[in-house]
């Protein structure tokens, strides 16, 4: 009654009005819980989740703008909340995505501002997660989610001086163990809430009263933390039914109810709370009122949740509801309040310690509690209905996909490119149009790492605008990165502006194309070779070359490193698609660095000296080895044999045969380790289930899509798409052999590449448009087959970290009941999976995330690429049908139709086989390098002229870092008054996975650091925000020891600048140098 009289009162004494609040906060108290198991404290959390793209882009979601598609605007809700929020001081607000907070900030004035840190000061408004999105933790890799959480921490740290410490992952589609085990315990969390679990891991939970529990996923890093269910443990993250007072929701408000029925909607909510407390342990449980774009019109919110909780003490107290007889005989009261994450976490830690108490005391000894189960898997795949697994996104929009890796590894370069000093002996970029030319990059892949944008699952306006983020991002950066090389390379006071002027990054050489390289006709070309690895590497490198390159006779195109006297005569080119492409060697790259080569035509006069016999009329450019039984040496210890049914390539490394029709792959043999695997390739598609033609009832009527995948039978086998007999071509390049095979259906071609010291063969495949003219959409997949008895069990990585056992059929929490045998064994690959026995392995690692699976003992099983023709329901409103020209606008604007032709995508794969049980050691050898190909930058100069280049090479580093430890992150965090870095070190292998590379791992920064004189040194927790060691001295200690292995030796693993690495570890220091 009080409430509603000051809401009523528009020109009331204003001493009156202050009462009347005070009133009102009285009957709705805040952080309020009691110490007493009879007590059922039951925590409101008012949130809103704002997905940073998905039906509509960032700046329409936020101005509220395109509402016919859907009715959200963020800017309103958080300005109406932040005047909720000041109305009534008991009043608490949770949120999340920065992108959007940043961008409100950055429009309110300084008594706005003042008013915020007021509410934070007053534990009003809390801010969990705190990354610039709620990440995706199926498609994402472990470098994008530190840096976009980086990202939002620093604007938190910066601008309100917050340091969160819940995460909060309500919404995506499944929960990975790195999430876990790296971005919530080394992020300094205490605890990860988050909606979806499988619907029967969800049933069993319920019955056994585990929708809450800790969760140690790492063996190696072994840091439990508290997980929990929210949405009342239904699914998702919502209001109880029954209880949403949004705007967006169609349940009856409570303000201007009657009493009689008042009453009866509180014995309804009690009636929840009972419900929800039977499914947990303790006596607190957590209430997340919010949703989808929620609290746009917040007043209206908290109206109804100011009288919920006020009725629920009046109620009581006047014995009109009895909550003994309803939620006896474990409560006898229930008490309401406005509560946070925080705070509730903080009460299930002291549940939690208080019952270990009681353990210790009865029994005598340091048990840990039984209270709490430990999971040690991870929360994949995920299904919410018997034919409903959402398994698709896992490849949906592989371009984009594969847009993102490129766009997060291009980042990384950059930074380390930006913190290295130039021939003046400057840091940073030079002057150009913008003050900070990485932020738009930064900004982008933070933004991607939303669970509806890498995940392929926004609309298709969305994904375009996504993919413009990126791809402006790189442009702006890489034309910094230029700049910068120049000033790297060349002799000090040179002017830049004359030398090397066209200098500018080839990204686009997988599609054989880059501008300055095939528009240097009669002009000699440079090329840059950034490696951003911390250890020395070679590469193929692979460049086109102007379509009128011809070479006469007395003519060879020699490649040759700066200031380096070895080069190489580089006789063969091939064509592709019109282009002439040179490929050659780059010998050992430095580590984080590069070197310079010069690409000329040079005479040599005469014939040209060839000591191999080639067929008479054989192109100079492109020389197909026809000949049947004939043996060559192709250079570098790589060598072709072929007879009338077989090919052979062996490049000192490996062996591989080939059926010499097809181009198919027989037998890799590893003459390092003397393993040997016979492989059957196999590719094909599943047809997509369509209710319209597969379904048999009424039941069973979910489609295949952007999220779910489902093919058209459960068990359906893959279609065949069967090589082209006696089309196969083998290409000698000078650096090895390039196999191309061709396939009955035309959209479909394979490339292999045996190239030289490269202990993998690289097979990339070439997709699309995938063809729909029969009305069927399709799932393409590859599989490689092995005699491997692998009894079901196979491995994937976990965002791009440590291995995960996968078996087909099973879950390791609860008996599976199978409805979908292909869907529902397929699991997440963000960069690796590989099958063993214990005679041999095979890995296969990936370009990009991608869904995998073993349906069949010894064999590796990815999709590729997606295309149907019906939505799946689960929100996006459409059809996985990208086209090249997109779509016309959604009604009422357009009739949201199809552009133009399917898609073309290209994915490659790096193969590896050795002996048994060596399959993660295997993986582990070239996931680093696929996630971080070399960069390639390419500049043109007239013929012969002379280049003031101070060094052909350069690096940031001394010497290179171990082999098994990766630098993750090399950035400046600022200039003046001292340069400070944010240094990350990432150990690259997990325990039993190499007998000499899983061990401790160490490196002394004041000896490796190329350029600077290490000053001071100081850990930090993974997104730089806070020192280690304060985290350590408040964190929550799950595991009921606080001086655990971590806690206790991480004092001693720092000395004199020389830290100490774990397997697995990865630990962010903040370095400031001189």
């Known amino acids: ?478 034309s910094a990165v230029s700049e910068k090389l120049k000033r790297i390379l060349l002799l000090d006071k040179s002017d830049t502006s004359q030398y090397l002027k066209d200098l500018a990054l080839c990204q686009l050489l997988n599609e054989t194309k880059c501008d300055v390289s095939t528009k240097a006709s009669g002009r000699d070309l440079y090329v840059v070779v950034y490696n951003a690895l911390a250890k020395q590497r070679s590469a193929i490198i692979s460049v086109p070359l102007p379509t009128d390159t011809a070479l006469s006779d007395s003519q060879e195109i020699t490649v040759r490193r700066i200031w380096d006297d070895e080069g190489v005569k580089a006789r063969t080119t091939l064509q592709v698609d019109g282009s002439s492409v040179l490929y050659f060697n780059t010998g050992l790259l430095p580590p984080i660095g590069g070197s310079v080569f010069r690409i000329s035509v040079i005479d040599v006069g005469g014939v040209r000296s060839d000591p191999r016999n080639y067929e008479p009329g054989a192109s100079s450019v492109d020389r197909r080895l026809q000949s049947a039984q004939r043996s ?101 390049t000078d650096v090895g052999v390039i196999i191309e095979a061709s396939f009955e259906e035309p959209w479909v071609k394979q490339t292999t590449k045996v190239f030289m010291n490269q202990p993998y063969v690289e097979i990339e495949y070439t997709v699309g448009p995938v063809p729909i003219h029969d009305g069927r959409g399709k799932e393409f997949v590859t599989k490689l087959c092995s005699p491997i008895q692998s009894n079901g069990l196979f491995y994937t990585d976990s965002n791009g970290r440590e291995f995960l056992p996968r078996k087909r059929g099973y879950r390791p929490t609860w008996n599976l009941t199978e409805y979908e045998w292909v869907a529902g064994n397929y699991y997440p690959v963000n960069a690796a999976m590989y099958v063993e026995d214990e005679e041999s392995s095979l890995a296969v690692v990936v370009d990009r995330s991608e869904g995998g699976s073993s349906l069949a003992n010894g064999c590796i099983e990815i999709m590729i690429q997606r295309r149907t023709l019906t939505d799946d329901s689960r929100g996006v409103a459409e059809a996985m049908n990208e086209t090249v020209g997109g779509m016309t606008p959604y009604p009422p604007y357009g009739n949201a139709e199809r552009i133009g032709e399917g898609v073309v995508i290209k994915a490659k794969h790096r193969v590896m086989v050795g002996k048994g049980k060596t399959g993660a050691s295997l993986a582990r050898s070239q996931m680093d390098e696929a996630f971080s190909e070399p960069m390639v930058f390419c500049a043109s100069a007239p013929k012969d002229s002379v280049i003031p280049f101070k060094r052909g090479s350069f690096s940031l580093l001394k010497s290179a870092f171990p082999n098994n430890v990766m630098l993750v992150t090399f950035t400046m965090l600022h200039v003046a008054p001292s340069t400070t870095l944010l240094i990350r070190l990432g150990h690259q292998y997990a325990s039993n996975e190499s007998k000499t590379l899983s061990g401790t791992a160490h490196v002394n920064m004041q000896e490796i650091l190329a350029d600077w004189k290490v000053v001071s040194m100081t850990e930090k927790t993974l997104s730089g925000n806070q020192d280690y060691s304060e985290w350590e001295n408040r964190r929550f200690y799950w595991n009921g020891d606080s001086t655990t292995k971590d806690a206790k030796m991480k004092s001693e693993r720092m000395n004199d600048y020389d830290i100490e690495l774990m397997p697995m570890e990865i630990r962010t220091f903040e370095v400031r140098v001189e």
């Open 632 to 732: 060559l040496s192709v250079r570098n210890d790589v060598t072709f044999h072929q007879d009338r049914d077989t090919a052979e390539v062996s490049n000192g490394i490996l062996s591989v045969r080939f059926d010499r029709l097809t181009g198919m792959i027989q037998h890799i043999s590893n003459e390092k380790d003397g393993s040997s695997l016979a492989i059957q390739q196999e590719l094909g598609y599943y047809i997509s289930f369509d209710s319209s033609k597969d379904s048999s009832n009424d039941k069973a009527t979910q489609n295949s899509s952007a999220y779910i995948f489902r093919p058209s039978q459960s068990t359906q086998r893959p279609v065949a798409v069967t090589p082209a007999a006696d089309k196969a071509s083998f290409v000698e």
């Open 1 to 478: 009654l009080s409430f509603g009289l000051l809401l009523g009162t528009k020109k009331g004494n204003l001493e009156s009005r202050r009462q009347l609040r005070k009133d009102v906060s009285l009957l709705t108290p805040k952080f309020a819980a009691v110490d007493d198991t009879k007590v059922l404290n039951v925590h409101i959390v008012s949130h809103t989740h704002d997905d940073v793209g998905w039906l509509k882009t960032v700046e329409q979601y936020y101005y509220g703008r395109n509402n016919t598609i859907q009715n959200a605007a963020v800017k309103y809700i958080l300005s109406t909340v932040m005047q909720a929020l000041v109305e009534n001081p008991n009043r608490t607000f949770t949120y999340v995505e920065q992108r959007f907070f940043s961008m409100w900030w950055a429009e309110q004035s300084f008594s706005s501002k003042k008013r915020v840190k007021e509410l934070i000061e007053n534990n009003q408004l809390s801010f969990v997660n705190g990354g610039w999105c709620m990440h995706d933790e199926a498609t994402t890799h472990f470098m994008g989610m530190i840096d976009q959480t980086t990202l939002g921490h620093s604007f938190l740290k910066r601008e309100l001086g917050v340091v969160p410490t819940v995460g909060w992952q309500l919404d995506p589609f499944g929960h990975s163990a790195t999430m876990a085990s790296l971005l919530t315990a080394k992020l300094g969390f205490d605890a990860l809430y988050f909606g979806r679990i499988d619907y029967q891991d969800m049933k069993l939970r319920h019955e056994t009263q585990e929708c809450e529990g800790l969760w140690n996923s790492s063996p190696d890093l072994n840091e439990a933390v508290f997980w929990g269910l929210t949405g009342s443990y239904q699914g998702n993250y919502g209001a109880p039914p029954g209880f949403c007072f949004d705007i967006l929701c169609q349940d009856e408000p409570l303000v201007g109810d009657s009493d009689k029925h008042l009453l009866e909607r509180v014995n309804d909510f009690v009636d929840v709370l009972k419900v929800q407390s039977d499914r947990t342990k303790g006596n607190h449980i957590m209430l997340t009122m919010g949703s989808d774009f929620q609290y746009e019109n917040a007043l209206e919110n908290y109206a109804n949740l100011d009288l919920l909780i006020s009725s629920i003490f009046s109620y009581q107290s006047s014995g009109r509801i009895d909550v003994q007889s309803r939620l006896g005989p474990r409560f006898k009261r229930i008490n309401v309040f406005y509560s946070s994450p925080e705070y509730y976490t903080e009460w299930k830690y002291k549940e939690t310690m208080q019952q270990r108490e009681e353990i210790d005391t009865t029994n005598g000894d340091k048990k840990l509690s039984t209270q709490w189960s430990v999971k040690t898997d991870d929360f994949f795949p995920y299904s919410d209905c018997p034919h409903c697994f959402w398994t698709g996104y896992f490849t949906s929009r592989a371009g984009f996909k594969r847009l993102e890796r490129v766009g997060s590894s291009f980042l990384q370069a950059a930074r380390q490119i930006e913190s290295m000093k130039d021939s003046e002996g400057s840091v940073g970029f030079p002057d150009c149009h913008c003050k900070e030319p990485l932020y738009p990059l930064e900004d982008a892949m933070g933004i991607v790492q939303h669970h509806d944008a890498v995940s392929g699952t926004a609309k298709q306006h969305v994904a375009n605008d996504y993919a413009k983020r990126i791809q402006e991002g790189i442009n702006q950066a890489a």
